[in-house]
């Protein structure tokens, strides 16, 4: 196994500014071959991701996180996107039902502390349990999206997952989403269409207002004290110190370079 780390990986990132969405997910499964998985939560960009994936029979496995409180639109859709588009959705369950986490904890998503343990049990702990399958992780995260996600860079290191992180629509813009979903007519979470701009749990997600920012319907309750919920990395921590283990064979890939062993 070999280092490979946020700087190495910063060059790359850059280059891959001007490749598309397809290029990408294309680099990343002749790439990682079998080792790569997307993960999706049944939103917008989520869906538009599967839908590339399938347009480009690409055959990459999608991991979604069902919470144990998910809307049900969002559990259709899911369903949905497995059949009409043929893909291998993987559904990942947490440890303990909510009724189970409450009577031991009491109700977790009322406080900005208990919010991030709940997410973290829920939400961060199934795709845990993925780690060591899987050396590249799919994301449907752009940069139009605002808040920390304003710099969401295209590849990133997730020390938990020991993997990277490919956020190949990471500078899609509002405009050209609503264009590629219109044009390939793209199964839509229909809860977007009754004010949701972002959907997650229905315990903290609500509607949002026209002048409010997308995020405003996460954890309403909590104010600006919750934005997140750390499923991904690139939310919540600093990358540039970080680095993960990985075949040099496969990093000297990713990389476009031959390790040279002679003196």
Known sequence: MARLTQAQLHQLSHNFEERTPDELLRWAKETFGSRVTAISAMQ??????????????????????????????TLDTRDRLAAEYGLDIRTLHPEKSMEEQTAEQGVLYLTAEG????????????????KGE??????????ADGGRRGGCPILAIDVEMNAIRLNPMANFTDEQLESYMAEHQVIKNPLHAQ??????????????????????GRWRHLGAMAMYCGINPTDMDDLDAQAIDLPLDLIDRIL????????
């Open 256 to 263: 476009g370079v031959k390790t040279d062993f002679m003196i």
């Open 195 to 216: 004010g949701y701009s972002t959907i997650g749990c229905n315990r903290c997600t609500t509607p949002i207002l026209p002048h409010e920012p997308k995020r405003a």
């Open 115 to 130: 919010q991030k343990v709940c997410c973290h049990a829920r939400k961060v702990e199934p795709l845990l349990k993925q």
């Open 44 to 73: 917008e960009s989520g869906c538009t991701m599967c839908h590339m994936i399938s347009r480009l029979k690409l055959d990459i496995p999608v991991l979604f996180v069902d919470t144990g409180v998910m809307f049900q639109e």
């Open 134 to 143: 899987f050396d590249c992780l799919i994301g449907s995260l752009r940069r």
